[in-house]
């Protein structure tokens, strides 16, 4: 058993077997690994003293150093207080307590200095400090903290059992001087040479009682770059070793592919497009199976390049599906490809819920008897019936959408070698956080947009405005344009949103009497939804009114306008992704956030955000240091997110280090076997092979 897996209860300083119990389940603190590894959330500088006579309301928390001079208790009952007075010769302070009264009273000694460490008031006409901390003075010896460390505690804990802060502050300081040797250098000698890291046993007295304020950074800086070096180490790992086990087909020959550039496709591919179809290829070239991530902001053009992965396939006797999250977007998937494969002699099917019966039958025969060679459709391709002959490729379009359940459903549907796998996805992820998250997929990015694209013009007006947004939608409509008017609809139970949009609704078709204008919203039937899509679509509509149904995917070129009503309820991805609705065609488009006048600091950043910039990346990692990490979509469930320092939204750029030098490392030494990565093999091997973080002493 190693040193760290020792029980708390044995530390002295803990105590006791209940105290030790109480850690436990009131901080999830069981060893003595984990309380070392419990870092402070903060510290209090006590590298300034002020004097009394200094002091005024404006300052945070100060501390002063005087001598007690007095203390009294002052009326009756609950109202009842204690108040000393500390004097340090340029001044007095009242030092006052509500509660405890009895035991400051016997602690607090008269004639003796103290350090005073608390949050100055002024109180008539005299400075103040009320339930501040209050310590003997003793002068500090050289090297020791003057930065001191505050942890999270519990109020249970601290209440009833006096472990405030400060004795886990104690508890930490004893388990250090008994850690001293068993601390191992985790990192190689290499790595902390390359990136100036401190050494561990260092960085842990550093990073709990840091003599300065410099090597605290560093002691920070060096538990953070090697947390998140031994996820990204974990990730890629995983990654290598999946591809050295998984065989994929090999998709060589693109005959069909060569005739489809030559004689169909109707524009230029951009260069993002190529470098990606390239990275495909090469993929397929291999014989391992691809997983591979496709990031690509809206507009980007991500279908084309899908159909182009599918065509590779079918050029090879493979079949493949491409998977969307809604019916509308599989309708239009399908609309578009079919031309194509249809000049190509390519058959192209599609399968969604509402798919008939009898046209099901006859495209799971083709499927299973390989003469149908793609497949286009919706969850509907997961069904168990649904079996191919040989299925090479599966696409799933707008990955987020889909659980991971779902992506292992798509593999089996080939028993004798694994298909390939492209996720694609519009959703911005910031790339600290992709290369966390989907860190063990190879990932591609899209970062053009096809030649000739407008950008498109956002714009935030307040409510009060609104005639003047309809007589410019009235303008555009005029000029032929369509127009998207969307309603908040979040939880699609809110009675009130439902109000809100079929208010609006009403509001727009008064106004707009001589226009035709769809509705379309989560509570309606599919058929319905998608009749009135088409409807749109067709042009036989020129305003739609919708809720965020909307949002994914969908392509009417000709739709230049995208009204946001309350927009200050979208979070920023969310506002992203919907305007990226609009800027599909060759005309000016516009993105108008209609809100209140009452706005919160937050939804101020978002909507200038939205204002100033059309980049997906940029307004992810605004998005993510607003939210935090956390409440990114699908983040909770991973795990990976549960850092112990490193902070995805705020240390990227250690991040991008850490991955290189985990990189660098596993080209040269995949097994970890050369003797100048023993730290880190050792390191792992001294981990339950569950651990789900790799850096953490255990
Ligand atoms: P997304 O990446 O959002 O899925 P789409 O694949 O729907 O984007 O493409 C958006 C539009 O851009 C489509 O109408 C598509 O035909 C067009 N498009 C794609 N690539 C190019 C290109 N290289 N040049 C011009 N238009 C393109
Ligand atoms: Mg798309």
Not at 589 to 611: H, N, P, Q, W
Request: glycine share 8%; proline share 4%.
């Amino acid at each position: 058993m190693s040193f760290f897996s020792t029980r708390l209860e044995f530390l002295r300083t803990v105590g006791n077997r209940q105290r030790a119990d109480l850690l436990g389940k009131e901080l999830g603190l069981f060893t003595y690994g984990d309380l070392i590894q419990r870092y402070p959330f903060r510290y209090l500088d006590r590298t300034q003293v002020y004097r009394i006579a200094d002091l005024h309301e404006d300052l945070p928390m100060v501390q002063v150093r005087g001598v007690l001079r007095g203390k009294e208790l002052i009326g009756e009952g609950p109202k009842q207080r204690l108040v000393a007075k500390i004097g340090d010769g340029s001044g007095e302070l009242d030092v006052v307590w509500f509660k405890g009264v009895k035991w400051v009273q016997h602690v607090a000694k008269n004639n003796v200095e103290y350090t005073v460490f608390g949050k100055p008031t002024v109180f008539n006409g005299r400075p103040q400090m009320a339930h501040p901390e209050l310590e003997e003075t003793t002068e500090a010896k050289p090297g020791q903290s003057f930065l001191q460390p505050v942890y999270n505690t519990s109020e249970k804990l601290k209440n009833y059992h006096k472990v405030d802060s400060k004795a886990i502050m104690r508890m930490v300081g004893e388990l250090l001087k008994l850690a001293g040797s068993h601390i191992a250098e985790s990192l190689s000698a290499e790595l902390m040479a390359n990136y100036a890291l401190m050494p561990k046993a260092q960085a842990m007295q550093q990073i709990h009682f840091p003599q300065t304020t410099e090597l605290l950074q560093a002691a920070r800086f060096r538990l953070k770059f090697e947390e998140l070096f031994y996820v990204q180490l974990k990730l890629l790992r995983q990654r290598d070793q999946r591809k050295a086990v998984l065989a994929g087909q090999i998709f060589k020959e693109v005959p069909t592919l060569v005739d489809f550039y030559q004689n169909h496709l109707p524009f230029d591919l951009t260069g993002a497009q190529k470098r990606v179809i390239h990275d495909i290829y090469k993929d397929f070239c291999t014989g391992k199976q691809m997983n591979r991530l496709l990031q690509g902001d809206v507009g980007s053009g991500k279908t084309i390049v899908a159909f182009i992965a599918m065509l590779m396939a079918a050029d090879n006797g493979a079949q493949s599906c491409l998977m969307a999250p809604t019916e509308i977007l599989a309708d239009q998937h399908f609309v578009g490809l079919k031309q194509y494969a249809d000049q190509l002699g390519i058959t192209l099917g599609k399968l969604t819920g509402s798919t008939k019966p009898r046209d099901r039958k006859v495209l799971h025969e083709g499927l299973r008897d390989g003469t149908l060679h793609m497949l286009v459709g919706t969850h509907a391709l997961l069904e168990d019936v649904v079996q191919f002959r040989n299925l090479g490729l599966t696409i799933m379009d707008e990955q987020h959408r889909f659980g991971v359940a779902q992506r292992s459903k798509l593999w089996q549907k080939n028993p004798y070698v694994i298909p390939h796998v492209l996720v694609m996805t519009a959703t911005p992820i910031p790339r600290t956080l992709a290369m966390t998250l989907y860190g063990d997929l190879d990932v591609s990015v899209i970062d053009e947009l096809p030649a000739g694209r407008k950008p498109i013009v956002t714009v935030h007006r307040y409510d009060g405005n609104r005639l003047k947004v309809f007589e410019f939608i009235r303008d555009q409509v005029k000029l032929g344009r369509q127009v998207y008017i969307v309603y908040p609809l979040i939880e699609e139970s809110e009675t009130l949103d439902y109000k809100d949009l079929t208010d609006g609704y009403e509001s727009v078709s008064r106004a707009f009497p001589e226009y035709q204008i769809s509705i379309v919203h989560g509570r309606m039937k599919a058929e319905d939804k998608d009749f009135e899509m088409q409807r749109f679509i067709r042009r036989e509509t020129q305003i739609m009114v919708a809720t965020t149904v909307i949002e994914v995917g969908v392509n009417v070129p000709n739709a230049s306008v995208l009204v946001i009503e309350s927009a200050e309820r979208f979070g920023l991805s969310q506002l992203h992704q919907l305007r990226g609705r609009v800027g599909r065609g060759a005309d000016q488009s516009y993105c108008i956030l209609m809100t209140g006048f009452k706005l919160s600091a937050d939804a101020r950043t978002r909507l200038e955000t939205m204002v100033r910039t059309n980049n997906g990346f940029e307004i992810a990692d605004i998005d993510l240091k607003l939210r935090g990490p956390g409440d990114l979509m699908g983040t909770q469930q991973s795990g990976v997110l549960d850092l112990l320092i490193a902070d995805l939204a705020k240390d990227g750029r250690i991040l991008t280090a850490s991955r290189e030098a985990a990189q660098a490392i596993l080209n040269a030494d995949p097994e970890l076997l050369l003797p100048a990565n023993e730290n880190i093999r050792r390191h792992i091997e001294s981990l339950p092979a569950t651990a789900l973080n790799w850096s953490r002493i255990s």
